[in-house]
């Protein structure tokens, strides 16, 4: 099957070919501004032609990053980015196709668009920014709170189970995962380069801080003295191991996954889980998707990165071999084809 | 051909017939087939199929019932027909269901070995209505369908499935008698479609004559009626029903503005039939998209708008509902994009397989904040073509989204259509911007028409944002001044209110004053010029507007209405379109003639009104 590729870039680009002009206007010590940064240093390592990125976004804080970047952009309505971008990539196969979104766009209203998109496997790469609150409409609770949080919309806590978002993602047939926190620009970048070489619907799943409405919501996770214990770093063909010393690591017990440490109990490294993102069963994945402190370490980095079709490949194949093979080849064809007669 | 018996024969200028049976009676192939066949014959034609929201609802209900009209005549035929000449029933349900659509005196044939206790009870009978007198005011014929169709099909097959299948061709033989068609377009329009079984092929033309023949030996079939030809436009026609010339007006455009065709859309009744038809034509380039609902629909070719697609949705009234957020989107980005709307009854789920225009307030005024768009209506089945192709040409060249509604009755319905030659329709020039212009700015307008250009991403030199946020003028960037906001609403208006310049002038059948001007718009054109036309004939004072541009309205429209003492306007809703002359050129006092019953207006009514008010002191 043709591949059909983004065009590359004659010149070398740097991060200036892909700065806006623009003011940009999030709150000072706002996670998304490490995301941009992050944007701006993979977008010239990719190497595609810098006409040929195009950044679409929905509604919410996340949602204005296409106003931040020099690229063809389109900043639409609230969740339906998904929707936006399937048509773009469909209707021009030959862009490199980005979405910013949040867990309020994607989650909640644009949930449909989201799965949907996810399970036809377009092109295309999504950010999605989880900082659990809807930042925008400051401060009510979003699809990914954690459950009895105290929000504006919920002053005895949340009462709803939150999504995590991994576990939707591989659920609606998502062939990439990723995950990164906002503060490891070097880890960031790594997956979205990750994400730009997958032939699918990449989805990186960043855990920002909104330091106004939720601030330290991730803090389990990313603070100075628990991240080491609560992060293992993922990668492919390599042991799952963590920890200060990297002396922790995860091992399947029975059906489950259990947290080892190695030395101890006779466990040695033979013992630990070797991670293959490319494994086309999703089970491990969804298992290491899942995983999250206390008992076992949050996955970041590529958790899975299968090779299934594209659609905006085959749509291009159905068209390639209708043209090959159908008599229709213009409007003429068409009008005169079937049941004609002619009145004198 | 069987020799036929020296009968009668009664030269008409127009006949309505109608097919009607269970919903799995195979009653919209009958129709089809005979509609074919008098196409072939040189006549002009409107079909309308008239089926169940229900799949196969249960057997011999009134639910269940399935028909499919034809209308055929010797001139132009405007409408599918009030009121039929031959009614064909295959069963009690569907008998009891048309009667009321069965003209005095019309020729009733019914499937008489239908009509046992069981079938009698469930369509809600009392008595047998083919014994009780209650038919006798109509030429009934009781055919034995079922047995002789199975009788007719001893040598061929033993399976009883297969002649209970093929009752309709039975009755389809008995029209070809009645109506003197010759069998063999019918029969190479078999060959074709069970090409790969011969079997079924010879099975049908089997019935068929079966049922030919057995007319010819029926006393009360005393007279045949001969259709002369019409005196139609010299050309290569085809029949095409308003969905599928809806599809291919669409590609037509895409054609001739170099722009390829991007549809997403969501299955909706009545308007699948367009997503079905586009899928069929990737050889032509089309990518359709088919969503997981109406707002992806739409968003999903906003998508390919931006990108360089003449893009399109499709849907019905529930469907406009849902778009209309993403449909503010395309009024703010000023991209192109063709929304088809093929309404239906409503509100809510309504009334889905039945027709109304009940929508165009919806398509005038359905959106969040200042935000026109270009509203323009089809009004015949076949002029779908030519108004899906005029959608996507506004759409492109004034870089605006652009309504067209259509209907389930123009949707459904076929005509006969004269196949145009592409040379011969107009060239699409989109405002292209062009690569690495030093002057280009997202909302740098032309002066004279208002339309900004259309920059592609992955052009050279052009990278720039749009969104649903408010523009600033001429550079795009984001603001929230006041005075701008009130600028860019004015230009987008101005642009809308501009295509009034490049739209035909609305024109008048008839003089151009008189006692009374009555006005249509969309699908009921047919019926309302045949009601005016009808009353010109018996020289009363009497013209017709039909309105087919609605937002802009053509420049003349103010000067059309002047010189009537009367103005009607007549709607098939609760007067959605005389409210919008009213606010428009209120000068007038607007008399209205509506109905909302999901179904179309028949001339009858529509000419006792028109006296009505030429009575009127």
Known sequence: ?344 | MADKKKKKIIEREDVVVKFVGDSGDGMQLSGTLFSDSAALAGNDLATFPDYPAEIRAPHNTIAGVSGFQVHIGSSKVHTTGDQCDVLVAMNPASLKSNLKWAKIGATLIVDADSFDDKAIEKAGYKTNPLDDGSLEKFNLIKAPISSMTKESLVELTTDNKVAEKSRNMFALGVIYYIFNRDFDTTFKLLDAKFKKKPGVAEINKTVIKAGYSYADHVEALASTFEIPRAKMEKGKYRNITGNVATAWGLLAAAERSGRPLFLGSYPITPATEILMELSKHKSLGAKVFQAEDEIAGICSAIGASFTGSLACTSTSGPGLSLKSEAIGLAVMTELPLVIVNVQRGGPSTGLPTKSEQSDLYQALFGRNGEAPVVVIAASSSANCFYFAFEAAKIALEHMTPVILLTDGYLGNGSQLFRIPKMKDMPKITPPLAEANDPNYKPYLRDPETFVRKWALPGTDGLRHRIGGLEKENIIGTVSTDPLNHQLMVDFREKKVQKVADFIPEQTITGEAEGDLLVISWGGTEGAVLSAVEALQKEGKKVSHAHFSYIMPLPKNTAEVLKGYKNILVCELNSGQFVNYLRMTNPEHQYKQFNKVQGLPFVVSELKVKLNEILEEK
């Open chain 1, 1 to 344: 099957m043709e591949n059909y590729t983004v065009e590359r870039s004659k010149v070398e680009l740097t991060k200036e070919d892909f700065v806006s002009d623009q003011m940009v206007k999030w709150c000072p010590g706002c996670g998304a501004h490490a995301i941009l940064s992050s944007v701006a240093n993979v977008f010239p390592k990719i190497g595609y032609r810098k006409e040929n990125f195009c950044m679409v976004s929905g509604i919410g804080c996340s949602s204005r990053f296409p106003y931040y970047v020099n690229t063809y952009g389109f900043h639409s309505i609230h969740g339906r980015a998904a929707a936006i971008s399937s048509g773009v990539k469909i209707s021009n196969p030959h862009l490199s196709v980005w979405m910013a979104t949040g867990d309020g766009d994607s989650m909640a209203i644009g949930g449909n668009h989201f799965i949907h998109i996810i399970r036809r496997n377009i092109d295309i790469n999504i950010i999605l920014f989880n900082n659990q609150i809807y930042g925008l409409t400051k401060g009510q609770y979003s699809p990914t709170t954690p459950m009895g949080s105290v929000t504006k919309t919920s002053p005895q806590g949340t009462i709803e189970h939150p999504f995590n978002p991994g576990e939707l993602i591989l659920g609606a047939q998502g062939t990439f995962f990723a995950r990164a926190v906002d503060t490891n620009v070097r880890m960031m970048t790594e997956v979205m380069f990750e994400a730009a070489r997958h032939d699918g619907t990449s989805v990186i799943e960043i855990l920002q801080n909104c330091i106004i409405f939720a601030d330290k919501t991730h803090a389990q996770i990313t603070s100075k003295d628990l991240r080491d214990d609560h992060q293992i770093h993922l990668k492919n063909g390599e042991p799952m191991l963590f920890g200060a010393g990297k002396t922790k690591g995860i091992r399947l017990n029975g059906t489950r996954l259990e947290v080892v440490e190695i030395g101890k109990d006779g466990i040695t490294e033979d013992d630990i889980m070797v991670h293959d993102q490319y494994e086309m069963d999703p089970g491990v994945h969804l298992m290491l998707a899942k995983m999250s402190p206390p008992h076992l370490p949050m996955a970041f980095g590529v958790i899975r990165s299968a090779m299934y079709p594209t659609y905006d490949d085959l749509v291009e194949e159905q068209i390639r071999y209708a043209k090959e093979n159908s008599k229709i080849k213009n409007m003429d064809d068409l009008l005169n084809s079937g049941d004609t007669w002619d009145i004198e």
